[in-house]
């Protein structure tokens, strides 16, 4: 089993910076840790991710802005967030890959608005 725990978020003016932190608690060898966030009426979207092996990628939306880094000892995920933009405000959610299953936390509000 494995167990997502999300901190970090709020309201923030445009131009403004934010941090979200991850947790994945477990026994097991996590692969992929990813967020991914989901705006009122929209599907759930990839905001960037970190393979296993180290690889990153960004959707194109939030590329030079956003920075993800990864702990693997301690399976946590911290994504940067700056330059934000009222586009930005979405219920972010991290996830955590094991064995072909996705677990999540549950969900951390980002309000970018003046």
């Known amino acids: 089993q494995v167990q997502v725990v999300e901190s970090g978020g709020g309201l923030v003016q445009p131009g403004g910076s934010l941090k979200l932190s991850c947790a994945a608690s477990t026994i097991f060898d996590i692969e992929n840790m990813g967020w991914y966030r989901q705006a009122p009426g929209k599907e759930r979207e990839l905001v960037a991710e970190?393979?296993?092996?180290?690889?990153?990628k960004y959707a194109d939306s939030v590329l030079g802005r956003f920075t993800i880094s990864r702990e693997n000892v301690k399976n946590t995920l911290v994504l940067q967030m700056n330059s934000l933009k009222p586009e930005d405000t979405a219920v972010y959610f991290c996830?955590?890959?094991?064995?072909?299953?996705?677990?999540w936390g549950q969900g951390t509000q980002v309000t970018v608005s003046s």
């Open positions: 970190v393979t296993s092996d180290g690889t990153i």
């Open positions: 996830n955590a890959q094991w064995a072909t299953l996705d677990f």
